[in-house]
């Protein structure tokens, strides 16, 4: 009978043993639950912390007992517990190890909880995780440490799926010049319901052409026609792209055949006009690049050696001999002469292009931006070249600056239309700043510098979902 006794005893104090470990893990899920359902009441915030240090307290000690140690339940707690302390944690010192432990929990609950019965917790400890890197990803975005804050949204990516982490992951490794992890995540916000996939098609473009990759831009720029065929933009970067890659002839006659048969068709006229514009453009610059050339050759033609004093009763030796001009000087002048009229040609052209698109329709934003420029580069030019002349020529700088200045007023009234119609374009409100500098009228340019200044510095907004 006492026997029996002892023995019923000691089973009595196994039981109690196991069940005070049990109720550890009972009392941190308990104080877990209080601090989640206080944490989001601004008022009872330091109860809510309570609650979670208590929490922490117990399964501290659950996960120390070799009987509750080893459970699903007691790492799946344990990370959603630290989780929780390294989120409300602003101290990189004390948070990084409450990270680092409930990083570890959760995968080992994940790899324990094979039926799903501490979905929730996990869950918790997940957003927690993704949330706590996504905060360290903008600090480190902030201070443009693009590589690193690419890999912490991109583990808040993996963890989360959602469109924010998916975004600022690709906007990382844009600014990381890191043009796969960019195209990877952006390609990936087309599967989601994002709501600006429009700004997500032109930023891909811009990553495959960056990388150098023609045949995939011209493909995602081919799908954004015809998902948004009422923005030019892509149409006018396909423009671009074609006549980058040396398809100039078939663009040009694609469009004039098509404006011969739809001649009220304003948007096909500003497509002409922009082609037209950017022939121009590409002669332009290489007039630039041979004109600098050519100085270069007309400098080192000059003597460079200075005649030295003849000395009292000496014959004074004659100056050096001018090297003379190459023979290639003359083809870099008739080259220059060709780009030149080729420049000038497809400018008028533009110019014709852009007024016929105005006949059509007077507030075409894209036709007074377009034509607006086309009409003041030659004014830029004239304008260069005379501040560029020597003091002794005061007559011809001031007719220089005469007729650049009556050029810059031909081009006003469709750059200030532009910026009327469109306030927000940066590139109608650089119009604007070069006219104003054009005139000399600082005030005025200085203002629009801070309008472009605001735009361009925007961060980029957060997705809507």
């Known amino acids: 009978m006492k026997i029996k006794f002892l023995i019923t005893g000691l089973l009595g104090l196994i039981t109690a043993a196991a069940f005070a470990q049990k109720s550890a893990v009972s009392d941190a899920n308990d104080a877990y639950v209080k601090y989640s359902s ?24 659950a996960s120390t007992n070799a009987k509750t140690s080893g459970d699903a339940l007691t ?4 990370g959603a517990i630290y989780s929780s302390l390294a ?3 602003t101290v990189t010192a004390t948070s990084t190890p409450n990270f680092a432990t409930a990083e570890e929990a959760y995968k080992k609950a994940k790899e324990l909880d094979t039926k799903g019965d501490n979905k929730k917790l996990l869950d918790d400890a997940a957003l927690n995780l993704a949330n706590y890197k996504l905060n360290q990803g903008v600090k480190e975005y902030s201070s443009k440490r693009y590589d690193l804050a690419y890999k912490s949204f991109d583990y808040s990516r993996q963890l989360m799926n959602d469109t924010t982490s998916i975004y600022y992951a690709g906007l ?3 600014n990381a010049n890191n043009w796969d992890g960019a195209i990877e995540n952006f390609n990936r916000l087309l599967t989601t319901d994002y709501k600006r996939k429009e700004t997500i098609y032109s930023d891909l473009y811009n990553f495959y052409f960056d990388k150098k990759d023609t045949v995939n831009a011209i493909r995602v720029i081919n799908e954004a026609i015809k998902l948004y065929p009422k923005n030019p933009q892509f149409s006018k970067r396909l423009i671009e792209l074609n006549l980058q890659t040396g398809h100039q002839a078939e663009v040009l006659a694609q469009i004039e055949t098509t404006i011969a048969n739809d001649p009220k068709n304003k948007t096909l006229y500003y497509y002409a006009a922009m082609t037209y514009t950017q022939v121009a453009n590409e002669a332009g610059n290489k007039v630039d690049a041979l004109a600098k050339q050519a100085a270069k050759a007309a400098a080192a033609a000059k003597p460079t050696t200075a005649t030295p004093p003849a000395k009292p009763g000496t014959k004074p030796t004659p100056p050096p001999a001018a090297t003379p001009a190459p023979a290639a000087s003359q083809a870099l002048t008739d080259q220059i002469a060709a780009l030149s009229k080729t420049r000038d040609d497809y400018y008028a052209k533009a110019e014709a292009a852009d007024r016929k698109a105005l006949e059509i329709d007077p507030n075409y934003f894209e036709a007074n931006q377009n034509l607006g420029f086309v009409l003041i580069s030659p004014a830029i030019d004239i304008f260069n070249a005379t501040r560029n002349l020597p003091v002794s020529k005061q007559k011809e700088y001031d007719a220089g600056m005469a007729k650049s200045g009556a050029m810059f007023d031909i081009a006003k009234p469709y750059i200030m239309k532009a910026v009327e ?18 005139k000399n009228d600082l005030t005025h340019a200085n203002e629009v510098k801070k309008q472009i200044d605001a735009l361009n510095g925007a961060a980029p907004a957060a997705p809507a979902n």
């Open 421 to 438: 119609l469109n306030p927000k374009s940066v590139e109608a409100l650089i119009n604007l700043r070069t006219y104003y500098q054009g």
């Open 172 to 174: 990382a490794a844009a």
């Open 87 to 89: 989120f409300n944690d």
């Open 75 to 78: 790492y799946a707690l344990k």
């Open 38 to 61: 206080l944490k989001g009441n601004k008022a009872m915030g330091a109860i809510a912390m309570i609650s979670l240090k208590t929490a922490k307290e117990s399964i501290d000690k």
